[in-house]
C-alpha cells in the first residue's frame, strides 16, 4: 500500500514569508496530487490539486509541484499570511482506486 | 456550495453505551469514507463504500464498529459498545469517480467523547 511522509512536520514562519511542505509517497502509480488545509476546529478542505501529466499548478498564492521520478510533490504558499495558519494533508493516489490514505499532517503557524 | 452533512455534531456517552453517527453526503457522489482524527493518529481511515457496497473496512475494529450505507444518501458508522479510547473526531467525506473531479468533500465531523 502507499507510504506517505511529509515533511517538515512543523513549521514556523513569519508573515510575509514563504512556505514549502513536502510530501512523499511510495507508489508510483499514483497520480493524482492533492493538498488538504484543515483549520484548527474545523474539516479537511482541498486547496489545490494536480495530475501526473502535470508539473506545477497555481491558484494566487499557493502552487504545487511535482516531481513524479522522485516521487515527491510539495506545497508552496508565498506572502504567508495568519489566516493560513493551519494543518495541511498530502493524500497522493491512482485515481481508479479510491482508497486515500493522507500524509500524517505539517502544521504551519504564520507569525504576524 | 454542496455539503457533507454529518449528526451530530458532538456526542458524550457514557461507556458501554451505544453511538450512532450519520452522514448525508453530496447528491451525485457514490464514494463514501469514513475517517477518524485523533492527535496522535492524524486522519484514520477506518471504511469506505463505492455506490453503496462496502469495499475496505479493514482500518475498522470490527468487534465494536460497523458501517452501513443504507441507502444513498445516508451512511452510518456505530459503535458498540463505546470505550473512552474511541474519543476522536469522526468524519465523513464523500467523492466521485468521474474523470475531472478526484477531490474529496469533508463533514464537519462529529466529535465524541467517552466518559
Known amino acids: 500500500g502507499e507510504n506517505v511522509e511529509q515533511h517538515p512536520s512543523t513549521l514556523s514562519v513569519q508573515e510575509g514569508d514563504s512556505a514549502v511542505i513536502k510530501c512523499t509517497y511510495s507508489?508510483?502509480?499514483?497520480?493524482?496530487f492533492p493538498w488538504y488545509k484543515q483549520e484548527l476546529g474545523k474539516r479537511p478542505q482541498l486547496i489545490i490539486d494536480i495530475r501526473s501529466n502535470v508539473g506545477e499548478k497555481k491558484d494566487q498564492r499557493i502552487a504545487v509541484t511535482l516531481n513524479k521520478t522522485a516521487k515527491h510533490f510539495s506545497l508552496h504558499i508565498t506572502e504567508t499570511q495568519p489566516e493560513d495558519s493551519a494543518v495541511y494533508f498530502c493524500a497522493p493516489r491512482e485515481t481508479s482506486y479510491d482508497k486515500v490514505i493522507f500524509g500524517p499532517g505539517t502544521s504551519l503557524s504564520v507569525i504576524p | 456550495d454542496a455539503r457533507v452533512t454529518q449528526t451530530p455534531r458532538h456526542k458524550v456517552t457514557e461507556m458501554g453505551q451505544e453511538v450512532t453517527m450519520r452522514c448525508q453526503p453530496i447528491l451525485g457522489h457514490n464514494t463514501v469514507f469514513w475517517y477518524r482524527q485523533t492527535m496522535m493518529q492524524g486522519l484514520e481511515l477506518l471504511a469506505y463504500f463505492r455506490n453503496r457496497a462496502p469495499l475496505d473496512d479493514s482500518g475498522m475494529p470490527k468487534d465494536r464498529f460497523s458501517a452501513e450505507m443504507p441507502d444513498a444518501t445516508l451512511a452510518t458508522l456505530k459503535i458498540q459498545p463505546s470505550e473512552p479510547r474511541d474519543s476522536a473526531v469522526y468524519f465523513c467525506a464523500s467523492g466521485s469517480t468521474g474523470p475531472n473531479n478526484y477531490g474529496y468533500t469533508f463533514g464537519s465531523g462529529t466529535r465524541l467523547t467517552v466518559v
Open positions: 507508489d508510483s502509480a499514483s497520480n493524482y
